[in-house]
């Protein structure tokens, strides 16, 4: 390839970096994952021919799905190993990708648990038609399945996701104060201001990979989480506190035991009351943020059937 057709994929790339890192993110839970499957994406595109290519950004959308769909298998088998719940690496995000309540909603520590329950054929099929638009004609083609047999595997993909998913965040103004009396109470140890903030069934997912101390299982009901946070943290450490970040499109708290990152916390808000708390202790599952903030514009818009 001349260095002139070599600029021009380079700049096609590019173009749709955004919606590559988010399509291989989304699919595996991983932002590490996510920047190896696009660095194989690029060197197959380049490796392409370029005049053979009708539309560009399917095809990179083609490319992207089948190595994160080889790299799904892989790491699944290494997180049926893992010790304790696994949770998808934080990704800290900006602002505009918050404001973007469907992109954030898709990307929520929740939702892609659930995601974690399909097969790899489904999380890749449900990802590109529920949360990208792609037509099923472009998914066939990105899958290796036939337009009908994907239609199929959306509809058991989407009734799976919608009888596990949580009830759809509602944004609040309250969810302000929320988290602020959230981080007032674990930075003081008051579990009366804690217990007001938590629902009742509020459940504690922690991940700490067998290298730090987390639950081996899910904790559930706001007594035994404020118990977790007010009792157990502080009685590492005394000096606790929680700055505020956003990840993977959605409230969290960069959390530190004298003055060195102890953890990253997504939180889950729903009628002015935290009900699901996502801990991630594995330092090996740090956040990072993506190259750029996803640009919803870059997702398709024709819906089909």
């Excluded at 010790?83 to 995000?93: H, I, K, N, R, V």
């Excluded at 990208?132 to 036939?146: L, T, W, Y």
């Amino acid at each position: 390839m001349s260095d002139a057709a070599t600029d021009r994929a380079t700049g096609t790339f590019l173009a749709h970096r955004d919606l590559l890192f988010t399509v291989a993110h989304e699919m595996l839970g991983s932002a590490a994952d996510a920047e190896d499957v696009l660095q194989e994406t690029w060197l197959r595109w380049v490796g392409a021919d370029q005049a053979q290519v009708r539309d560009r950004r399917a095809h990179l959308v083609r490319i992207t799905t089948r190595q994160a769909l080889g790299r799904l298998r892989t790491v699944q088998r290494r997180r049926e190993a893992y010790a304790g719940p696994w949770l998808p690496e934080p990704l800290l995000t900006a602002p505009a990708v918050a404001r973007d309540a469907e992109l954030a909603e898709s990307a929520s520590m929740a939702l892609m648990l659930v995601l974690e329950t399909l097969s790899p054929t489904e999380r890749a099929v449900f990802v590109l038609r529920e949360v990208f638009d792609v037509g099923h004609d472009e998914i066939a083609a990105a899958v290796g399945r036939s337009p009908v047999a994907v239609r199929r595997i959306a509809h058991r993909a989407r009734r799976h996701v919608d009888a596990r998913r949580p009830r759809r965040a509602v944004a609040s103004g309250e969810t302000g104060a929320v988290l602020e009396s959230f981080r007032r109470a674990i930075e003081t140890g008051d579990p009366e201001v804690l217990l007001d903030v938590l629902a009742p069934g509020v459940v504690l997912v922690s991940d700490g990979g067998g290298v730090e101390h987390a639950a081996l299982r899910p904790v559930t009901g706001a007594e035994k989480v404020a118990r977790m946070f007010v009792g157990g943290l502080h009685e590492i450490a005394g000096g606790l506190t929680a700055e505020p970040a956003v990840v993977n499109g959605n409230p969290a708290f960069l959390v530190r035991l004298d003055g060195a990152v102890d953890g990253v916390l997504a939180l889950r808000v729903e009628d002015a009351r935290i009900t699901g708390l996502y801990y991630v202790r594995n330092p090996e599952n740090r956040p990072m943020p993506p190259p750029r903030p996803p640009d919803p514009a870059l997702r398709t818009s024709s819906r089909s059937g």
